[in-house]
């Protein structure tokens, strides 16, 4: 077998593998906006801003979404709200390079919810903690 056969069935393998852990990582980003969307109850859901206010990126990514619930109706359809929201962290996943990502080895997925009622969201439904359980 010529060196230059056995590069070229490396180079394959190497681009096999780098596919496949791209295709994994973007399946593990798509997984964890899954189940944030899961982890929100319905009666959560009442403007829609607290479940519209997630967003995903890699570890250490700045901003996020901020949706306020002042002056916006109530009683919002929880399927529609968190079919809204799951659109926008298919978005930022999306937008993403995974390429990019997988060389600079910061593989690790950060899921914010920025929103101004995000604290009490949290202390009276738990959807991190049901977050964490299920990711």
Request: charged share 30%.
């Amino acid at each position: 077998m010529s060196q230059d056969r056995v590069q070229r069935t490396f180079d394959l393998l190497r681009s096999k593998i780098e596919e496949k852990s791209e295709e994994l990582l973007k399946e593990r980003f798509e997984r964890l906006a899954d189940v944030a969307i899961l982890a929100v109850p319905d009666a959560a859901v009442d403007t829609g801003a607290y479940v519209t206010s997630f967003s995903i990126g890699t570890a250490g990514f700045g901003g996020g979404r901020s949706r306020n619930s002042h002056n916006k109706p109530r009683r919002q359809n929880p399927g529609e709200m968190k079919s809204t929201s799951r659109g926008q962290l298919q978005s930022d996943i999306s937008a993403m390079d995974f390429t990019s990502i997988m060389v600079s080895g910061s593989v690790r997925a950060t899921l914010r919810n920025r929103a101004p009622h995000a604290d009490v969201v949290e202390k009276k439904y738990g959807v991190f903690a049901a977050i964490k359980r299920e990711a």
